[in-house]
């Protein structure tokens, strides 16, 4: 198994959302996958308050070597003001990371 591999997960305020963000990392090539989790409510903590909100979640598969950028580009492009952007290396099988090997970073 291989440690070169990356997921990152992040919630967002809908599934159009998400689908939005998901499709740009790929047009971009920084991951290759986005996964939506629908339905999800989210208690939490913001400016010392507590809140709730109905959201659905996204997990991007991507590779350690892409994994700042991707988050950063998730960031970047998130409709919250500060959206939570989780990003963790991973060990993934052969086949797993040759995929994300070839569906991520310049095209050759």
Same mark, same amino acid.
Not at 93 to 99: A, D, K, P
């Given at each position: ?40 409510? $989210? ?24 994994? $700042? ?28 990371? $040759?995929?994300?090997? $070839? ?6």
């Amino acid at each position: 198994m291989s440690e070169a591999a990356a997921l990152i997960w992040c919630p967002f305020p809908d599934e159009a959302e998400a689908r939005a963000a998901i499709t740009t990392l790929l047009d971009e090539r920084l991951i290759a996958c986005g996964n939506i989790l629908p339905g999800m409510t $989210s208690l939490f903590a913001w400016q010392g308050e507590r809140d709730e909100a109905n959201e659905c979640g996204a997990l991007f598969k991507t590779t350690a070597a892409l994994l $700042s950028a991707a988050m950063s580009r998730i960031a970047a492009i998130h409709p919250y003001q500060t959206p939570a952007v989780l990003g963790w290396g991973v060990q993934a099988s052969g086949s797993t990371q $040759s995929w994300l090997n $070839s569906e991520t970073g310049p095209q050759t």
